[in-house]
Each structure stands twice: as C-alpha cells, then as structure tokens.
C-alpha cells in the first residue's frame, strides 16, 4: 500500500542556514508524483515543489530543492538560506499515476522552527 | 487570477446536525478534492470530483458526501455530525484530471473551513 514518512516532527534551524526535512515514500506504481507542501498557522497547503517519478533530475523552485532518491525511495526537502517566515509544519506528499487521478496521501508533517 | 476559496471559514455545530461547505476552484480547473485534516489522523483524502462525477472516494463512512456543479464548484455535506467531525476541511483544485503518468499537474488548495463539532 502506498504510504508516506516523515520520521521528523519538528525541526529547528538557525535563520539564513540550509536544512532538510526528510521523507520516504512506498508505492509499487512505477509512476508516481511527489510533493512537497508548507501548512502556515492560517491553515492554507501552499504548494512548494513537484517531483515525477521519472524526472531525470531533482527539482529545483527558487530556495527549494529537492533531493530525489529513487532506489532509496527518499525525496528530502532541502530549503537554503532559511528565512523567518518559512516557520511552518511541512508535508511530504504522492500521487500515483495508475488511476490515482488527483488522490494525495500526505505524511505525518514536519513542524519547521526557524530562528533569529 | 483568484484562488481557491471556501465557505464559510469557520464553523460551529452540535452533534447530529448537518453541514455543508462549499468550493470554488480556481478558474478553469475542473478537477476539486477534498480532504479532512485532523491531529490524530493527519491529512486524509475524501474525494475527488471532475466534470460533476465522483471519480475517486476515500475510506470515510457514508454521512460525507459531495457534489459537482457544472461550474465546477463543489459542495461536500456531513450529516449525522459526530465529535470526531471536527477538522480543518480542506479543498484543492487541479486544471487536469490526473492522467496516469506521473504528471506534474499539482493541486492548489484553498484556505480551508475549520469545523467545530459540540
């Protein structure tokens, strides 16, 4: 069964430093999306980054980036030069692409801390 | 162009009434999910609408059900509320029906209605 995990429930970071949320997936579908989504308080899913199972290279959207495993079927967030506002809990999610249509199945979040 | 939104935002029942909220995708997606978002069970799919037809349902009993208007608006209805009700219900909206392939459409989710059960 298709299944997400995100081993970090909260993670601090000195603002202006990197860091990496991590997140591991399961699905036997060869075909598959994954992505990556940031829950502010005001409750709102804010799309970050996208990853298709059969995109030669990692992602990249501006201080995202994304650091695509296959074998280890890991697709670690990586924000650079974090910033004070990206304080928020940080979901890894996947579509498959056999009939999955537009179902995501979300892991358990990351609460980002980010410090001055 | 303007996101998606949902109404009411926030929301306050009592057991065994009924509630319905409301969805309105961003303009031109035809495809809206929605999902419940809990702290003991996390984010959870519900179903998924396009072009006014259920296309995809998750594990919820029978009391949450949902429609498609032509518009593409979309309206989910819990009757019989219980306690565990309460959530934020969450609704996405996707320009593409999600063909297989792995496809990059994403979906773009709107700001939520926090529901409070008593």
């Known amino acids: ?116 | 162009k303007a996101g998606v939104t949902q109404t009411p935002r926030y929301l306050i029942k009592t057991r065994g009434q009924q509630v319905t909220l409301s969805c309105s995708p961003i303009s031109g997606h035809r495809s809206v999910s929605w999902y419940q978002q809990t702290p003991g069970q996390g984010l959870q799919f519900l179903f998924e609408y396009f072009s006014e037809t259920q296309r995809n349902k998750g594990n919820f009993p029978g009391r949450f059900s949902g429609r498609q208007f032509s518009n593409s608006r979309s309206e989910m209805n819990v009757s019989t509320l219980e306690l565990g009700d309460s959530a934020l219900y969450l609704c996405a909206s996707s320009p593409d029906p999600g063909l297989a392939g792995g496809r990059r459409e994403t979906q773009y989710f709107g700001p939520g209605t926090r529901l409070l059960v008593l």
Not at chain 1, 94 to 103: C, D, H, I, P, Q
Not at chain 1, 104 to 115: D, K, N, S
Request: aromatic residues 12%; glycine residues 10%.
């Open chain 1, 1 to 116: 069964a298709q299944k997400i995990t995100q081993t970090q429930p909260g993670m601090f970071v000195q603002e202006k430093e990197a860091v990496t949320l991590d997140c591991t997936y399961d699905t036997s579908d060869p075909s598959y999306g994954l992505f990556w989504y940031k829950q502010p308080s005001s409750g709102e899913m804010i799309f970050l980054i996208y990853q298709g199972s059969y995109d030669q290279q990692n992602a990249t959207e501006g201080r995202y980036s994304l650091n695509f495993q296959k074998a280890r079927k890991s697709a670690n967030l990586v924000i650079s030069a974090s910033q004070l506002g990206d304080s928020a809990m940080y979901f890894c999610a996947m579509r498959e692409g056999s009939g999955g249509y537009n179902k995501l199945i979300f892991g358990a979040g990351t609460r980002l801390a980010v410090h001055p």
